[in-house]
């Protein structure tokens, strides 16, 4: 099992930056793939962005130029960021990590964003 902690969220202005943070520790060593997703009420969760244990990296169109998945892992824990920059406030939403192996995927509790003047 892997066990997963999201912090980072909370209120910004339009224009305002944010980092969240996502701290997995268990069984991480077959992780592969680490991510961010978003949901909205109503609407079905979106992929954000995603990155590799090799480093390669995947936005969403709607975020690409703004934001920056990067992660750190040792033997006990995987931390994987996420840095939103020039945020609007149609990037309001609740924001999961997501780890994947080739058989897993697991999920945080979510960390509210919410971008408003």
């Known amino acids: 099992q892997v066990q997963l902690v999201e912090s980072g969220g909370g209120l910004v202005q339009p224009g305002g930056s944010l980092r969240l943070s996502c701290a997995a520790s268990?069984?991480?060593?077959?992780?592969?793939?680490m991510g961010w997703y978003r949901q909205t009420p109503g609407k079905q969760r979106e992929l954000v962005a995603t990155?590799?244990?090799?480093?390669?990296?995947?936005?969403a169109d709607s975020v690409k130029g703004r934001s920056t998945i990067s992660f750190i892992r040792d033997n006990a824990k995987i931390t994987v960021y996420l840095q939103m920059n020039s945020l609007k406030p149609e990037d309001t939403a609740v924001y999961y990590c997501?780890?994947?192996?080739?058989?897993?995927?697991?999920w945080g509790q979510g960390t509210q964003v919410t971008v408003s003047s």
């Open positions: 268990g069984s991480i060593f077959n992780i592969n793939v």
């Open positions: 990155v590799t244990k090799g480093g390669s990296v995947n936005y």
């Open positions: 997501n780890l994947k192996s080739v058989i897993n995927n697991y």
